[in-house]
């Protein structure tokens, strides 16, 4: 059971003289036989002058001066975080320097975006990169929505009304955003409970207060339309041509037809390595790798398409000594690197449709619908996305007019009835 802790607002703890005569507030924190001081977010300075000897509730700062009020405030606040750091682990041994630095991570405790901002720069578990993009998008639709949102505020209708934010069509600083989908609103409700989950373990919450905190959510998943491009669409993206001035757009062009032709995010790209890829006599090289998001090894035949090899001649680190395949300066932010393609796409003439729906994802999608469009089975297509069942790699492709056609080509036509 945590001690309480004496508090009190001192000025010039130090008990140092200066020449501007103007000293700082801290508020001294006693923890059995430990005493340390925390700082003001203001970081006031006022005169000796200005400081009541005798301090009463929310009269710490003289009334004569001009900021008075607002110091005195901001005093009480630190002071109140403090006594509700120590209520949540009043039933736990909480020491003088866990209280401090309690304090310092959580900023203001009272709100609860500040707890996930909290909880994005230190998750309970290492976050991958993509997993990790998630969460700071799931935070800024959160401040979007309200940005000061107290633990106390936390309830069904506020769940509620955030989900019907996500679903309804907004302007943001101007500019026009549609309304969110199931899947993609359930990502984000995936993570808001996530992180109230552990909201709870460090009794930010209760269970009570979180029983049925999600209860009246009604956002339907469907199952999502998979985008890809036809065969005529990468001969259109392969013959496009670029000026000297546009080598970076040149770059991003060939790293997606890379994409495209093994299956590889733009995040495994920049973490493949030269011992990654190995020769096989009468075949060609090959790529036997760890996938970035899920540690599966995912074989890849490379020599299926001899463009891989080309680009790779092209990108790849020269550096001695230097482990990673691609020179990292080859990339950029997977968002930029998504805004680019978009680009690139409509200069090679793909349909608008299309292009406007491109990202790093499409070209997964489309090396795999190339595969099973060419007969190859779902348990070898699993193995080259680095998947550990066939399940998952099904959602990247889909049956449509043309793998039908392509698939019965083999069936003797004397099966056919007249």
């Known amino acids: 059971m945590s001690k309480l802790p004496t508090l009190k607002p001192v ?46 509730y929310k009269n710490y700062v003289k009334n004569t001066h001009p900021l008075s009020f607002e110091i005195n405030q901001e005093i009480e606040s630190v002071m109140s975080k403090i006594h509700k750091i120590v209520q949540r682990h009043y039933e736990t041994s909480l020491t003088l320097g866990g209280l401090l630095k309690e304090l310092k991570k959580n900023g203001d405790s009272n709100y609860f975006n500040d707890y996930v901002s909290e909880y994005i720069k230190n998750p309970a578990k290492k976050l991958d990169v993509v997993t990790l993009e998630k969460y700071k998008a799931f935070l800024l639709h959160l401040n979007n929505f309200r940005q000061k949102i107290k633990f106390s505020d936390l309830d069904s209708k506020l769940a509620y009304d955030f989900q019907r934010y996500l679903q309804s069509e907004k302007e943001i600083k101007g500019v026009k955003e549609k309304g969110l989908q199931g899947a993609t609103i359930k990502s984000y409700f995936d993570k808001f409970k996530v992180i109230i989950k552990q909201a709870r373990v460090d009794k930010f919450l209760t269970l009570e207060k979180t029983f049925s905190l999600f209860d009246y959510l009604d956002y339907k998943v469907e199952k999502p339309i998979r985008t890809f491009l036809e065969k005529e ?38 973490i493949l390595k030269k011992r990654d890829i190995t020769f096989q006599p009468n075949e060609g090289n ?58 690139i796409a ?32 779902p348990a070898i297509a699993a193995k080259i996305a680095g998947h550990i069942d066939e399940k998952s790699t099904k959602s990247y492709y889909a049956v449509d007019l043309i793998e039908v ?14």
């Open 286 to 343: 090959m790529i036997v790798s760890e996938r970035y998001k899920n540690k599966q090894i995912a074989i890849v035949p490379i020599f299926l398409f001899p463009i891989n090899d080309r680009i790779i001649e092209k990108y790849r680190n020269i550096k001695e000594g230097e482990e990673i395949l691609f020179d990292y300066t080859n990339f950029i932010t997977g968002q930029k690197y998504n805004d680019k393609l978009k680009k």
């Open 233 to 270: 669409d990468i001969d259109k993206l392969i013959a496009l041509k670029f000026t000297e001035k546009e080598v970076e757009m040149e770059r991003d062009r060939d790293l997606f037809l890379f994409q495209i032709h093994t299956g590889y995010y733009y995040n495994d790209l920049q």
């Open 346 to 377: 409509k200069r090679a003439g793909i349909p608008e449709e299309i292009a406007l729906k491109i990202s790093n994802k499409v070209a997964r999608h489309t090396f795999f619908q190339l595969l099973i469009r060419s007969g190859v089975s």
């Open 11 to 56: 000025i010039n703890r130090n008990n140092r003289k200066n020449k501007s005569g103007l000293y700082s507030i801290h508020i001294r924190v006693t923890l059995g036989r430990d005493t340390g001081y925390v700082s003001l977010n203001s970081e006031p300075r006022i005169a000796i002058n200005d400081w009541n000897k005798k301090q009463t």
């Open 405 to 418: 056609i392509e698939g019965v080509k083999g069936i003797n036509h004397s099966l056919s009835r007249s």
